[in-house]
């Protein structure tokens, strides 16, 4: 918890579920123990939410887990099953943060973990944003040290598009809006989230800027390759070409953006995404700053779903035979001593 900097240690933001089971020492990567646990607990959850200072204006609920262990893989389907009954009226939408590599390679366990909530919680919610942590490790620091860096990076795509349709400064509000109707229009089951920028020349441009047809070359350039940055960093690896549903949101200063940009970006989203219905938004806030926040959801088919299905499925099987084995061996033993007596 000492890792926790920015939620409140009061009852309200840090609830401990399953004492009576665990004593709070988690559940040792047992999925179901999770969920048994989150159920019987969800009431204490639930009052804690109810507390929260606008609660009722809220748009929607986003839930947030890792997916390789026990309480958190456990409790996710069953807290967002509860958040769907209670508040019927609102989306509630999940993150999933899939294992690194060699988590998958050293317990098996996380595998299973892993399927089982991904097909719990896809059967639930409105969207499942999936986040793939072995994606974050090329970057240029060690995963044992950065943590929070690697973190930061999961959440940077989501402040623009959770800032955008609530900003309250006119000079920050766009042109066109990406607001929470936008939003909620476009996830839709399996989603991956990218984002990508590229820095701008702190220099004041001249007035007659825009018949400029270099600098206008070059904006555009500069939008192109923020997009293609967001494309290639989406959180999960899939083909564009499978989304039934897209977005992209541009933030950069006020005057670096006009509609042959807006135009350019759809257009090239478009030819990635073709079977997709698209919208977009413009958020004039950034300094120095141009970036791109892009949204695939209602994906068809996301390859390493799939391959946690087939797996854990396989993993089964293997566990069963194992556990098999193990019980003939055992009754081999008892035989063998069923004559030697015992002091007990």
Not at 158 to 180: P, R, S
């Amino acid at each position: 918890m000492a890792t926790i900097q920015t939620i409140k240690p009061d009852y309200q933001h840090r609830i401990l579920i399953g004492a009576g089971k665990t004593r709070g020492h988690g559940v040792a990567k047992l999925n179901e123990l999770g969920a048994e646990i989150a159920r019987e607990d969800a009431d204490k959850i639930m009052d804690a939410l109810r507390a929260a200072k606008g609660l009722y204006e809220a748009d929607a609920f986003m839930v947030i887990s890792s997916t390789a262990g026990g309480t958190g893989s456990g409790a996710i389907p069953i807290i967002t099953n509860v958040l769907k009954e209670r508040f019927a009226d609102k989306p509630v939408y999940t993150i999933l943060v899939l294992p690194f590599e060699h988590e998958e390679t050293a317990e098996e366990m996380a595998i299973y973990n892993t399927a089982v909530c991904l097909k719990s919680t896809y059967s639930i919610a409105d969207a499942v944003i999936l986040i793939d942590n072995q994606r974050y490790i090329k970057k240029d620091f060690s995963l044992k040290n950065n943590i929070y860096e690697i973190n930061r990076l999961i959440v940077e795509p989501f402040f623009d598009l959770l800032c955008a349709g609530e900003e309250k400064k006119y000079k920050n509000i766009g042109a066109k809006v990406m607001d929470a109707g936008d939003i909620i229009q476009t996830l839709c089951g399996w989603t991956a989230i990218g984002y990508g920028e590229v820095k701008l020349p702190l220099i004041t441009l001249p007035k007659d800027w825009s018949s400029n047809f270099g600098k206008r070359g070059e904006k555009s350039f500069k939008g192109l390759q923020a997009m293609d940055e967001a494309i290639k960093e989406l959180s999960i690896d899939c083909n564009p070409q499978e989304a039934g549903r897209a977005l992209f949101l541009i933030s950069s200063p006020g005057k670096e953006m006009d509609m042959t940009l807006i135009k350019e970006l759809g257009d090239h989203l478009r030819g990635l995404a073709s079977q997709a219905i698209i919208r977009n938004g413009d958020y004039p806030r950034e300094k120095g700053l141009l970036d791109v926040t892009v949204i695939l959801s209602e994906l068809s088919d996301v390859a390493k779903v799939r391959n946690y299905y087939v797996k854990a499925s396989e993993l089964a099987q293997s566990i069963k035979n194992r556990q098999g084995e193990r019980e003939e061996k055992a009754n081999l033993v008892e035989d063998a001593g069923k004559d030697v007596p015992t002091l007990l």
